[in-house]
């Protein structure tokens, strides 16, 4: 089990879950369903990925794999995914090997994606005229946040059934929070990506001058890190900036497509983003320097 740390795991009744994606998120997020108890069938684009985590899990409740999501989803009581964008989504949701096709009357689809809030909205919508549930539910954390089954968890959707939901999302997270109606939990990452990308900068530029000024910018953050300066951001990535060191995770193409997500929504509904939109070219420089797998702290390679 090299992809998944140690997690207590409080009991819930076992049910028959699908999981469709299996990325650096989705195969952790998976296997922590599977070690809860869960009877888990999995879809991934590329099978042996799909394979791979079977026989990583043999020991759990016979994981099985399928080769379409709609072979996934039959007889599931919950469906999740995790897969890259809205064309991502839909090609496992629609058709006639959609996971929509095969889904069970009541099932529910749990969306993590990081997605728009259109196409969770026109998802829940098609979902409500099959008698499907659809909640969009886009997590953060990153990937150690996955692997140590402790995501949180934005949702958007009916309220009945997020409450089905919840105790089996938990196997995989920390917290997992109703914000809204179909399309919040989308909105409600973007808020969160929006507000990450301003403390990275905010931090890379401290460093950045702080090195500039020949201080010890490792003993800097140790003391402020104890004042009103602290951030996640700080705590887990302000030494690994100062050492060069951009190989943790969530990469700048993730980023920019996230970015790219809440940009269009301003778009929409009129907010006004200058920070946000200047941090996007920022990290387009960043993809630039050759960046793009970099974790999203690498905003300081550009200020060097």
């Known amino acids: ?35 809860a108890g869960h009877k888990v069938t999995v879809y991934n684009r590329t099978p042996v990925k799909a394979l791979a985590w079977c026989d990583e899990f ?30 991502d989504l839909r090609s ?16 529910i689809f749990v969306d993590h994606t990081t997605a728009s809030a259109q196409v969770a909205r ?43 939901a919840y105790p089996v999302s938990m196997a995989f997270s920390r917290a997992v929070t109703r914000v809204g ?6 909105l409600a990452k973007m808020v969160n990506q929006i507000c990450v990308a301003g403390v990275i900068q905010g931090l890379a530029e401290g460093i950045a001058f702080g090195q500039k000024a020949g201080l010890d910018m490792n003993q800097v953050l140790d003391v402020i890190s104890k004042g009103a300066a602290q951030s996640w951001q700080m705590e887990n990535r302000g030494k690994t900036m100062v050492a060069d060191q951009f190989d943790f995770g969530f990469a700048v193409d993730w980023m920019r497509k996230d970015l790219g997500l809440l940009l269009d929504e301003a778009r929409r509904n009129g907010a006004r983003l200058p920070v946000t939109a200047l941090l996007d070219q920022f990290y ?14 690498s905003l300081i390679k550009r200020l060097k």
């Open 122 to 164: 026109e998802l829940f919508a098609d979902a409500q005229t099959r008698g499907l549930h659809f909640i969009d539910a886009p997590v953060s954390g990153g990937q150690a946040g996955a692997q140590n089954g402790a995501l949180t968890v934005m949702c958007g959707g009916d309220k009945a059934a997020f409450a089905a």
């Open 1 to 35: 089990m090299a992809n998944i740390h140690l997690k207590t795991y409080e009991t819930t009744p076992s049910c028959k879950v699908a999981f469709l994606g299996l990325g650096v998120m989705g195969y952790p997020m998976a296997g922590h369903l599977a070690l």
């Open 92 to 107: 496992i949701t629609l058709g006639a090997d959609g996971a929509f096709a095969g889904m069970k009357p009541g099932a």
């Open 58 to 87: 043999a020991r759990t409740a016979a994981p099985q794999h399928a080769i379409a999501p709609r072979l996934a989803a039959q007889d599931a009581d919950l469906v999740f995914a995790c897969v890259g964008n809205d064309d």
């Open 181 to 186: 109606d179909s399309g919040a939990g989308q």
């Open 284 to 297: 387009a420089d960043v993809q630039e320097l050759g960046g793009q797998r970099w974790d999203t702290s």
